[in-house]
C-alpha cells in the first residue's frame, strides 16, 4: 500500500464526523448515520486507490453506499479491502453520550476477514500485554495474566465491557476476579482501541459485540502491536448459513489476529465525533470546526494524532444542518 494513504483516509474520517456531529443529541439516529455514510462516500471518490468494501453498512439491496462488495476510489493505486463504520456509535450521538467515532480500516486485497454481521466473542489487550491472553481460559485467569503483563495488581486491572444483559455473566466473573469494570453502553471499537493507550486507564476489554466491528478493532490493535481473539456468535440457523456462504465452516475456531487480518500491512483512521477518553468530538468556533483523528499504519508502526481546524462555510457539503 501507498504510505500516501494514511494522511487521505484521515479526509474520509474527518468528512464523516463533521456531517454527523451536528446531530449530537437531537434523538436522530439514521439522520446522524446518513449523514456520515454520504460525505465518506462522497471523499472516497477522490482517494488514489481500487478499494473493495468487504465491511460496511449491508449488502447491496440494503445499502444505497458503503455496501459491501461496492468500489471505491479513483480506480488507481493499490487494491485494497476497505472496512468502514462510518458512525461507531449511532446511538451514542443521538443521546449526546460519548466515545464515538468514524471509522476506517484497509489492508492489501484479500487480507481481512470478510466478518458477517453477527455477533462476536472478543477479548482483547493493548501491546504490554500482547500474547498473554487466551479465550478460552477463564476470565480470572486472564485477568492475572493481564495484571502479570503490566506490573499490577489484580484489584487495579481496569476491564471494558459493554453494559448489556448478555454479559451478566461476565460481570460477576470480573468482580469476583477483583478486578474493576468499566462500562460503555456502545462502540466497542473505541473499548477495545483504548486498552492500547496508557492514559485511558484501560487493562482488557471482554465480551460480545458486532463481527465487523472486531474486524475494524483488529486492524487498530495490529497498528499498535496489541492483539485481540474472537469467536463468532451466530444466534440462528441463517446467521450459521451465512458464515458457511463466506467460507467460515468451523465457527468454533479461534480467531486470531493473522485470521482477522492478515499481512504485514494495514492502515486505521479514526476522527472523534464526540468527546472520548483518547479523541477530542468535533467542536464548533464561529465559522470554523475543529477535529482530532487517530491514523496509524501497521508497517510502519507510526502512530500520530491530527488536529484538524475546518471553515464551515468552505465545506458545507461536510456540514450539514439539520
Known amino acids: 500500500m501507498e504510505r500516501s494513504l494514511t494522511m487521505e483516509l484521515v479526509r474520509v474520517t474527518e468528512a464523516a464526523a463533521l456531517s454527523s456531529a451536528r446531530w449530537m443529541g437531537r434523538g436522530k439516529k439514521e439522520e446522524a448515520d446518513d449523514a ?25 439491496d440494503e445499502a444505497p453506499m458503503l455496501y459491501i462488495g461496492e468500489k471505491l476510489g479513483t480506480g488507481e493505486g493499490p487494491s485494497v479491502d476497505v472496512a ?7 446511538n451514542i450521538v443521538a443521546s449526546g453520550g460519548g466515545n464515538a467515532l468514524a471509522v476506517i480500516a484497509i489492508a492489501d486485497a484479500g487480507n481481512l476477514l470478510h466478518a458477517p454481521d453477527m455477533y462476536m466473542q472478543k477479548i482483547a489487550v493493548g501491546p504490554q500485554a500482547a500474547g498473554k491472553i487466551d479465550i478460552n481460559a477463564s476470565i480470572a ?13 489484580v484489584e487495579d486491572v481496569v476491564v471494558t465491557v459493554l453494559d448489556r444483559e448478555r ?39 471482554i465480551g460480545t459485540g458486532g463481527a465487523p466491528e472486531g474486524v475494524i478493532s483488529a486492524v487498530a490493535l495490529k497498528c499498535l502491536g496489541g492483539e485481540q481473539q474472537a469467536k463468532l456468535a451466530p444466534q440462528n440457523d441463517e ?17 486470531h489476529m493473522e485470521d482477522l487480518v ?7 483512521a479514526a476522527t472523534g465525533v464526540t468527546d472520548g477518553e483518547l479523541l477530542k ?23 500520530r494524532f491530527v488536529d484538524g481546524t475546518h471553515n464551515v462555510k468552505k465545506k458545507p457539503n461536510f456540514v450539514m444542518k439539520p
Not at 456520515?36 to 447491496?60: H, L, S
Open 167 to 205: 454479559h451478566a455473566q461476565v460481570i460477576r466473573d470480573i468482580r469476583d476476579a477483583g478486578a474493576r469494570i468499566k462500562f460503555i453502553q456502545d462502540g466497542d471499537v473505541a473499548g477495545i482501541i483504548n486498552t492500547a493507550f496508557e492514559e485511558t486507564g484501560v487493562d482488557l476489554y
Open 239 to 255: 446467521q450459521l448459513a451465512r458464515c458457511k456462504k463466506m467460507g467460515i465452516d468451523d465457527i468454533s475456531r479461534v480467531l
Open 281 to 303: 468530538g468535533v467542536h464548533y468556533h464561529g465559522e470554523n470546526a475543529r477535529t482530532q483523528s487517530l491514523v496509524m499504519r501497521a508497517k510502519s508502526g507510526t502512530v
Open 141 to 153: 485467569d486472564n485477568i492475572k495474566a493481564v495484571a502479570q503483563a503490566k506490573g499490577k495488581d
Open 36 to 60: 456520515a455514510t454520504t460525505a465518506m462516500r462522497n471523499v472516497f471518490d477522490t482517494i488514489p486507490m481500487k478499494g473493495t468494501v468487504v465491511i460496511g453498512e449491508g449488502e447491496m
Open 262 to 268: 492478515a499481512g504485514d500491512d494495514a492502515i486505521f
Open 84 to 90: 468502514v463504520d462510518p458512525l461507531e456509535g449511532t
